[in-house]
C-alpha cells in the first residue's frame, strides 16, 4: 500500500499545472499577511498587459484575428508563449519542491514533461500547421465527416479544458490566498475576471502576449535565483550536492532515483500520459495556428523544447540549493520543526516546512533576494496561472464556437461576425462556469483532474490526430469510435484508480488506507492502446460510402500535409 | 485541390523524395528519443543503482546527474537537427514542386 500512497502524492505533486498538490489540500491553508511588495508588482503585470489587452483589441477584428492572432507571431515569440503554457506556477513550485523532498526523482518528471516535444515536432507540429486553421480538430476532422468527428473532438477538447481550469482555479485561489493573503473566493474570481477581459477583448492576440512576458519574467526570475543560490557553493555543484546529502533527512538516497523503482508499470504509464497526453492539449495545439507557416511553427517547438529544458534545469539547482540553504532560515519551518536552540532538526526538513514543499521556491527568493525579490517571485506565480487559463479558456471557446457552432450546428453557414460574437459569449460563459467550479471544488480533493486531462488528451485527442495524419485507410466511424473508446476508458480506468475511488470517494481497504480498483494510477497504458486498436478495427471493417470518400480524400490531405500547398490561405492573411 | 493537381504532385519525383526522405527521418528521430527516454525508464526500474554510481570515487555526485541533464540536451539538439534540415532540404524540396506547378 505504501508504494501507492507515495505514487499518489508524486502524482499530485507533480503533474503539470498543479499547485493543488496534497499538502495544500489536505489541510486548512493558512492565510498569510498581505504582501504589499507583492501585490504592487502583481498591480503593475495586471496594468501592463491590460495595456497591451487594448492594443490588441484594436488589432482584434476577424476570425483569425481572434484564434489565431493573424497567424501573425513569429517561431521565436510562439517559442516563449508554449513555453509559458508549459512552465506552470506548478511545474516551478511542484517540482522544485519534489526536488527539495526527493532530490533526482524531480529531475525524472522534468524529462518525462520535456521528451514529448521532440515527437510533436517530427509527427505533428508541421502537419498541424498545414491542415488546420484554427482549432486541432480542424486537423484530426480534415477529410472525415464534420458534424461526428468534430463534435467527438470538440467534446474531449472540452473535458480536457473543463478539468484542467478546475485545477487551475483551484490551485490558483490557495497559492494567491497563501502568497497574498487575500480570501480563496476573491482570489478565484480576480484570476477568472481578468483571463474573461483578456480573451473576450484581446483574443489570442493579448493571450499571446500575456504567455510571452510571464515566460520571460518567470525565466530572468528563475536564472537569477539559481545563479544566487550557486553563487553560495561558488558555482560548484559537486559542493552544492556534498552539502546537500549532508543536510537531507534521506541522506545520500536524494542523489540517486527513489520511490518510482518499486513500480515499472506505473512509471511507463505516466511516462506514456505525459509525452503524447503533451500532443493532445487543446491549447498547446491550437498554438500552431498562430504562426504564419510551416517552418516557423517548427522553430517554435525547437524554442519552446530549449526554454523549457533550461527551466527544469533551472527548477533542479533551486530544489537542491534549498535543502541547503532553508535549513539555515529557521523562520521557514514550523514551530514544531525547530529544537531547542532554535535550529532546523533534521527529520523534520521536509515536513516542516511552512505551506508545505510547494512552497520551497517561495522561501528560497526571500532567502537569496530578500522581500522585494519574494514579491517578484510571488506576482509572477499569479501570473502564470492567469496566463494559462487564458490560454484553456480560449481553447475552450474556440472548441465551441469554432467547432461545434460553426460546423456542427450552423453546418458551415454562419458567418465570421457571428462565430466570434458566439466564441466571446462562450468565454464569458467558461469564465463563469471556471468560477462557480473553482469556488465550489473549494475543499474537494481535485489532485486527480490535471492527471485525468493529461490521460484524455493522451487516449482521445493524439491517437485521433496521428492516425488521421499518416493512415490512409482512416475511416469517419474508425475516427469517431476509437476516439470515444480512448475517452471513455481514460476516464473510466480513472475513476477506477486510487486518486478517485480511495481518495476522492472514500473507499478504504482492510487496513483503513484509500484504495483503488486497478492498480494503475494513470490510465494511459491500457486507454491509448484501446484507442488505437478502435481506430484500427473499426476503419479496417468499415465500408460504408462515407469510408470510401474518406480514403479516397487522403491524397490530397497528404500533399497539403507535406508541401503546404493549398495552406496559404489557411491563416486568412 | 483538384483531382489533377492531386495527380500531378503524387507522381512529381520531388514529392516522392520529399515524402520519403521525410518519413524516414521523423520516424528515426521519434525512434531515437523514444529509444533514450524508454531506455532511461527501464534503467530506473530495473537497475536503479547504476544511475546512483559517484562519477568518480570520493564523489557526491552520482552519474544520474550527467545522465538526466544529457536526455534534456538531447531533446534539444534532435529538435535543432530536424529543423535545420526541413528548414534546409525539405523546404527546398517543396519550393521546387511549387515551381514546377506554376511552370
Same mark, same amino acid.
Given at each position: 500500500m505504501k508504494r501507492f500512497a507515495t505514487w499518489g502524492v508524486l502524482f499530485a505533486l507533480l503533474t503539470p499545472f498543479m499547485i493543488v498538490a496534497a499538502p495544500a489540500l489536505s489541510g486548512a491553508v493558512e492565510q498569510q499577511s498581505m504582501n504589499m511588495t507583492a501585490i504592487y508588482m502583481f498591480i503593475a503585470f495586471v496594468a501592463g498587459t491590460l495595456g497591451i489587452t487594448y492594443w490588441a483589441a484594436k488589432r482584434t477584428r476577424s476570425a483569425s484575428d481572434f484564434y489565431t492572432a493573424g497567424g501573425g507571431i513569429t517561431g521565436f515569440q510562439n517559442g516563449l508563449a508554449i513555453a509559458g503554457d508549459y512552465m506552470s506556477a506548478a511545474s516551478f513550485l511542484g517540482i522544485s519542491g519534489l526536488v527539495f523532498a526527493s532530490g533526482y526523482d524531480g529531475l525524472i518528471y522534468s524529462i518525462g514533461f520535456l521528451v514529448g516535444w521532440p515527437i510533436i515536432m517530427f509527427l505533428i507540429a508541421e502537419q498541424i500547421r498545414n491542415l488546420g486553421k484554427f482549432t486541432f480538430a480542424d486537423v484530426s476532422s480534415y477529410r472525415f465527416g464534420q458534424t461526428q468527428v468534430r463534435t467527438m473532438a470538440a467534446v474531449s477538447s472540452l473535458v480536457v479544458v473543463a478539468f484542467y481550469l478546475i485545477a487551475q482555479m483551484v490551485g490558483a485561489g490557495k497559492l494567491i490566498q497563501l502568497l497574498f493573503g487575500l480570501d480563496y473566493w476573491i482570489a478565484v474570481v480576480i484570476v477568472g475576471v481578468l483571463m474573461m477581459v483578456y480573451v473576450i477583448f484581446g483574443g489570442m492576440t493579448a493571450t499571446t502576449w500575456v504567455q510571452i512576458i510571464k515566460a520571460v519574467l518567470l525565466l530572468c526570475g528563475a536564472t537569477f535565483m539559481a545563479v544566487a543560490a550557486l553563487n553560495h557553493f561558488n558555482f560548484s555543484p559537486e559542493e552544492m550536492f556534498r552539502q546537500a546529502v549532508e543536510i537531507s533527512p534521506k541522506g545520500d538516497a536524494i542523489m540517486a532515483p527513489g520511490s518510482l523503482v518499486t513500480d515499472p508499470i506505473n512509471a511507463i504509464s505516466l511516462g506514456l500520459a505525459l509525452m503524447f497526453g503533451t500532443a493532445g492539449l487543446p491549447h498547446i495545439l491550437m498554438r500552431f495556428f498562430t504562426v504564419p507557416d510551416a517552418k516557423e511553427a517548427r522553430k517554435s517547438v525547437f524554442y519552446a523544447t530549449g526554454f523549457i529544458g533550461y527551466f527544469y534545469i533551472l527548477t533542479f539547482i533551486i530544489g537542491f540549493a534549498a535543502i541547503v540553504l532553508l535549513?539555515?532560515? =529557521? !523562520? +521557514? +519551518?514550523? =514551530? !514544531?520543526?525547530?529544537?531547542a536552540d532554535g535550529t532546523v532538526i533534521k527529520a523534520q526538513l521536509v515536513s516542516g516546512i511552512n505551506g508545505g514543499t510547494n512552497m520551497v521556491a517561495i522561501h528560497l527568493a526571500e532567502a537569496v533576494g530578500g522581500n522585494l525579490f519574494l514579491g517578484f517571485i510571488s506576482a509572477v506565480a499569479f501570473a502564470t496561472i492567469l496566463a494559462v487559463v487564458s490560454g484553456l479558456t480560449l481553447a475552450g471557446a474556440s472548441a465551441i464556437s469554432h467547432d461545434l457552432y460553426a460546423s456542427v450546428i450552423a453546418r458551415g453557414r454562419s458567418n465570421e461576425t457571428t462565430e466570434i460574437r458566439v466564441s466571446k459569449f462562450a468565454t464569458f460563459g467558461l469564465g463563469l462556469v471556471a468560477i462557480g467550479l473553482g469556488i465550489a471544488f473549494e475543499s474537494q480533493n481535485v489532485a486527480f483532474m490535471v492527471g485525468l486531462a493529461f490521460a484524455i488528451a493522451a487516449s482521445a485527442n493524439f491517437p485521433v490526430l496521428v492516425a488521421s495524419i499518416f493512415w490512409s485507410k482512416m475511416t469517419t466511424r474508425g475516427a469517431l469510435i476509437g476516439g470515444f473508446a480512448g475517452l471513455i476508458s481514460a476516464v473510466v480506468l480513472t475513476i477506477m484508480s486510487k486518486a478517485v475511488?480511495?481518495?476522492?470517494?472514500?473507499n478504504v481497504g482492510a487496513d483503513g488506507k484509500p484504495v483503488g480498483l486497478i492498480f494503475l494510477n494513470n490510465p494511459a497504458i491500457i486507454s491509448i492502446p484501446i484507442s488505437f486498436v478502435c481506430i484500427w478495427l473499426f476503419s479496417i471493417l468499415d465500408s460504408s460510402d462515407r469510408a470510401k470518400i474518406d480514403r479516397a480524400a487522403f491524397d490530397a490531405q497528404r500533399i497539403r500535409c507535406e508541401t503546404g500547398i493549398g495552406a496559404e490561405g489557411a491563416s486568412g492573411h | 485541390m483538384k483531382q489533377t493537381t492531386v495527380d500531378a504532385i503524387k507522381d512529381h519525383p520531388r514529392y516522392q523524395e520529399l515524402v520519403c526522405s521525410r518519413k524516414c527521418f521523423a520516424w528515426n528521430l521519434t525512434v531515437i528519443m523514444l529509444a533514450i527516454y524508454y531506455g532511461f525508464i527501464l534503467v530506473i526500474a530495473f537497475a536503479p543503482k547504476l544511475l546512483g554510481t559517484p562519477i568518480s570515487p570520493g564523489a557526491v555526485t552520482t552519474v544520474g546527474i550527467p545522465v538526466g541533464i544529457i536526455i534534456i540536451l538531447s531533446a534539444f539538439i534532435l529538435t535543432g537537427i530536424y529543423v535545420s534540415k526541413a528548414n534546409g532540404k525539405f523546404d527546398e524540396l517543396t519550393k521546387a514542386i511549387r515551381e514546377d506547378l506554376q511552370a
Amino acid at each position: 500500500m505504501k508504494r501507492f500512497a507515495t505514487w499518489g502524492v508524486l502524482f499530485a505533486l507533480l503533474t503539470p499545472f498543479m499547485i493543488v498538490a496534497a499538502p495544500a489540500l489536505s489541510g486548512a491553508v493558512e492565510q498569510q499577511s498581505m504582501n504589499m511588495t507583492a501585490i504592487y508588482m502583481f498591480i503593475a503585470f495586471v496594468a501592463g498587459t491590460l495595456g497591451i489587452t487594448y492594443w490588441a483589441a484594436k488589432r482584434t477584428r476577424s476570425a483569425s484575428d481572434f484564434y489565431t492572432a493573424g497567424g501573425g507571431i513569429t517561431g521565436f515569440q510562439n517559442g516563449l508563449a508554449i513555453a509559458g503554457d508549459y512552465m506552470s506556477a506548478a511545474s516551478f513550485l511542484g517540482i522544485s519542491g519534489l526536488v527539495f523532498a526527493s532530490g533526482y526523482d524531480g529531475l525524472i518528471y522534468s524529462i518525462g514533461f520535456l521528451v514529448g516535444w521532440p515527437i510533436i515536432m517530427f509527427l505533428i507540429a508541421e502537419q498541424i500547421r498545414n491542415l488546420g486553421k484554427f482549432t486541432f480538430a480542424d486537423v484530426s476532422s480534415y477529410r472525415f465527416g464534420q458534424t461526428q468527428v468534430r463534435t467527438m473532438a470538440a467534446v474531449s477538447s472540452l473535458v480536457v479544458v473543463a478539468f484542467y481550469l478546475i485545477a487551475q482555479m483551484v490551485g490558483a485561489g490557495k497559492l494567491i490566498q497563501l502568497l497574498f493573503g487575500l480570501d480563496y473566493w476573491i482570489a478565484v474570481v480576480i484570476v477568472g475576471v481578468l483571463m474573461m477581459v483578456y480573451v473576450i477583448f484581446g483574443g489570442m492576440t493579448a493571450t499571446t502576449w500575456v504567455q510571452i512576458i510571464k515566460a520571460v519574467l518567470l525565466l530572468c526570475g528563475a536564472t537569477f535565483m539559481a545563479v544566487a543560490a550557486l553563487n553560495h557553493f561558488n558555482f560548484s555543484p559537486e559542493e552544492m550536492f556534498r552539502q546537500a546529502v549532508e543536510i537531507s533527512p534521506k541522506g545520500d538516497a536524494i542523489m540517486a532515483p527513489g520511490s518510482l523503482v518499486t513500480d515499472p508499470i506505473n512509471a511507463i504509464s505516466l511516462g506514456l500520459a505525459l509525452m503524447f497526453g503533451t500532443a493532445g492539449l487543446p491549447h498547446i495545439l491550437m498554438r500552431f495556428f498562430t504562426v504564419p507557416d510551416a517552418k516557423e511553427a517548427r522553430k517554435s517547438v525547437f524554442y519552446a523544447t530549449g526554454f523549457i529544458g533550461y527551466f527544469y534545469i533551472l527548477t533542479f539547482i533551486i530544489g537542491f540549493a534549498a535543502i541547503v540553504l532553508l535549513a539555515q532560515h =529557521p !523562520e +521557514f +519551518f514550523k =514551530p !514544531e520543526a525547530l529544537a531547542a536552540d532554535g535550529t532546523v532538526i533534521k527529520a523534520q526538513l521536509v515536513s516542516g516546512i511552512n505551506g508545505g514543499t510547494n512552497m520551497v521556491a517561495i522561501h528560497l527568493a526571500e532567502a537569496v533576494g530578500g522581500n522585494l525579490f519574494l514579491g517578484f517571485i510571488s506576482a509572477v506565480a499569479f501570473a502564470t496561472i492567469l496566463a494559462v487559463v487564458s490560454g484553456l479558456t480560449l481553447a475552450g471557446a474556440s472548441a465551441i464556437s469554432h467547432d461545434l457552432y460553426a460546423s456542427v450546428i450552423a453546418r458551415g453557414r454562419s458567418n465570421e461576425t457571428t462565430e466570434i460574437r458566439v466564441s466571446k459569449f462562450a468565454t464569458f460563459g467558461l469564465g463563469l462556469v471556471a468560477i462557480g467550479l473553482g469556488i465550489a471544488f473549494e475543499s474537494q480533493n481535485v489532485a486527480f483532474m490535471v492527471g485525468l486531462a493529461f490521460a484524455i488528451a493522451a487516449s482521445a485527442n493524439f491517437p485521433v490526430l496521428v492516425a488521421s495524419i499518416f493512415w490512409s485507410k482512416m475511416t469517419t466511424r474508425g475516427a469517431l469510435i476509437g476516439g470515444f473508446a480512448g475517452l471513455i476508458s481514460a476516464v473510466v480506468l480513472t475513476i477506477m484508480s486510487k486518486a478517485v475511488w480511495g481518495d476522492v470517494l472514500g473507499n478504504v481497504g482492510a487496513d483503513g488506507k484509500p484504495v483503488g480498483l486497478i492498480f494503475l494510477n494513470n490510465p494511459a497504458i491500457i486507454s491509448i492502446p484501446i484507442s488505437f486498436v478502435c481506430i484500427w478495427l473499426f476503419s479496417i471493417l468499415d465500408s460504408s460510402d462515407r469510408a470510401k470518400i474518406d480514403r479516397a480524400a487522403f491524397d490530397a490531405q497528404r500533399i497539403r500535409c507535406e508541401t503546404g500547398i493549398g495552406a496559404e490561405g489557411a491563416s486568412g492573411h | 485541390m483538384k483531382q489533377t493537381t492531386v495527380d500531378a504532385i503524387k507522381d512529381h519525383p520531388r514529392y516522392q523524395e520529399l515524402v520519403c526522405s521525410r518519413k524516414c527521418f521523423a520516424w528515426n528521430l521519434t525512434v531515437i528519443m523514444l529509444a533514450i527516454y524508454y531506455g532511461f525508464i527501464l534503467v530506473i526500474a530495473f537497475a536503479p543503482k547504476l544511475l546512483g554510481t559517484p562519477i568518480s570515487p570520493g564523489a557526491v555526485t552520482t552519474v544520474g546527474i550527467p545522465v538526466g541533464i544529457i536526455i534534456i540536451l538531447s531533446a534539444f539538439i534532435l529538435t535543432g537537427i530536424y529543423v535545420s534540415k526541413a528548414n534546409g532540404k525539405f523546404d527546398e524540396l517543396t519550393k521546387a514542386i511549387r515551381e514546377d506547378l506554376q511552370a
